[in-house]
């Protein structure tokens, strides 16, 4: 099954831009993701690269349906 890149969410997208151009590096994005308990697009960690490469989609323009951090959290949250 081949995988499609997609953008993070826009939410998450946000976030992660607003860190970056506060001057932010990309482990230190990673671990605000991590502490304020985002998930990742599978369900796991944010590392460095992670946040490197989620970047690189919002650039290039890739999909995501909108859902508010929130929901986000929520369905990834799941016992």
Known sequence: MKMVA???PPAVA???QALRA???SYNANAAALN???VRGRQGGRWFP???RNAL???AAGAEF???PIEAIK???CKV
Do not use: F, K, N, W
């Open 35 to 37: 502490q304020s308990g």
């Open 14 to 16: 946000a976030l992660i």
């Open 22 to 24: 506060s001057g932010a």
């Open 65 to 67: 349906p909108d859902q």
């Open 56 to 58: 690189r989609r919002v």
């Open 49 to 51: 690269a992670t946040v």
């Open 6 to 8: 997609m953008s993070p």
């Open 74 to 76: 929520e369905s990834q």
